[in-house]
């Protein structure tokens, strides 16, 4: 349909764009078309998009002048930075700033900007219950996309915040799936004690994105908090026991330990568990389950996560 709304996806043929990206693909007659941007058109997830009906624009976020064909003419724009990719908070911010910039220079008229608390208003840099890590951050992955929301704002940029969590995904790429502990068995390693982590399935991301875009003016200027289930290490743990057929076991572990695993992240991952933790009630709170299925109605819980995907977390092989 020539007269569809362009959405300008920024991460599309990444985790939480790609989300999006699908939701709209997937809604044959809905109003939104999709604009998937992406550094590499050849890629094999950038041709998948334009099989499916995506317009393909070649931009880089690091790089402001290609950004204004990214977001000439369209409707609205989602956004995120990759922070894993290069571990650094000021080119986070400055990636947000020229995406602000861009955003505001084409007129785009509804922004998502997918982005974390800056955990600094609850644990200020004199706070030492947590190490300050690259010199102003306590937990810089977070830290600089909440800092960003404000360049947002400076700018006029009309725009929601989408506070996303912690995907399960994270079980399959990222390092957070079980692991034999001293006796063999399986266990997952989080710093949290007994309070819960909010948590999602990646694709839930998108979807929910997707609803905030169709409900037009609504979440514009405002902050909007998702997540599939807030789950305890313990509730995990057992649901994977179920879910793999053998015994997995919650390691609780102190954050500084968390901190001292040695890994790219670990002290900022070990600083962000920590900040959950301390500040569960806020955190959990700010993610209102029935809020966020109100957006996807088809919001998964764990358990219907792992009935798809727990074949792909990777099991290290006993002794
Ligand atoms: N893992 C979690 O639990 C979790 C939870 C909440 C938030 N996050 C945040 O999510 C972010 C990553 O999102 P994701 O998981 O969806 O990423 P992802 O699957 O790793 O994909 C990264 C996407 O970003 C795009 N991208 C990166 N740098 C770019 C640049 N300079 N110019 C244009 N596009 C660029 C890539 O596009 P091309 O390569 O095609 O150019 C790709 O589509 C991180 O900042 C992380 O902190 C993660």
């Known amino acids: 349909m020539a007269n569809r709304k362009i959405i300008a996806v920024v991460g599309a043929t990444g985790a939480q764009g790609g989300g999006l990206a699908r939701a709209i693909q997937a809604d044959k007659s809905g109003q939104f078309t999709v604009r998937a941007i992406t550094r590499n058109p050849n890629s094999e997830k950038a041709q998948a998009l334009k ?95 909440g800092e960003a929301d404000g360049i947002f704002r400076d700018l006029g940029v009309p725009t929601t915040f989408l506070l ?35 948590s ?7 979807k929910a994105a997707y609803a905030i875009f169709k409900r037009g003016r609504e979440f514009i200027g405002k902050t909007v908090a998702i997540a599939g289930e807030h789950l305890t290490g313990k509730q995990m743990a057992d649901a994977l026991t179920r879910a793999l057929g053998q015994e997995v076991r919650y390691n609780d572990v102190p954050p500084e330990v968390f901190r001292g695993f040695g890994f790219p992240g670990a002290d900022d991952l070990g600083n962000m568990f920590q900040f959950k933790r301390d500040f569960n009630d806020y955190f959990v709170g700010a993610r209102d389950l029935a809020f966020t299925r109100s957006l996807n109605p088809e919001l998964l819980t764990f358990e219907k996560w792992l009935a798809v995907h727990a074949q792909q977390i990777p099991i290290p092989a006993g002794v």
């Open 164 to 198: 996303t969590a912690f995907y399960w995904e994270n079980l399959i790429y990222f390092g957070s799936g079980p692991q034999r502990g001293p006796d063999g068995g399986l266990v997952i390693t989080f710093p949290m004690g007994d309070k819960p982590l909010s």
């Open 51 to 145: 099989a499916a009906g995506a317009e393909l624009v070649a931009a880089d976020l690091d790089k402001l002048e290609t950004l204004s064909k990214a977001f000439a003419g369209a409707y609205g724009a989602f956004l995120l930075t990759n922070f894993w990719e290069h571990f650094s908070p000021e080119r986070e911010l400055a990636q947000a700033r020229n995406m602000a910039h861009a955003a505001k220079a084409a007129g785009v008229q509804h922004v998502i900007w997918s982005t974390l608390e800056d955990t600094r208003k609850w644990v200020p840099l004199h706070d030492d219950r947590m190490p300050t890590l690259q010199g102003k951050y306590k937990v810089p992955h977070f830290d600089a996309k």
């Open 200 to 206: 999602i399935a990646v694709e839930d991301i998108g």
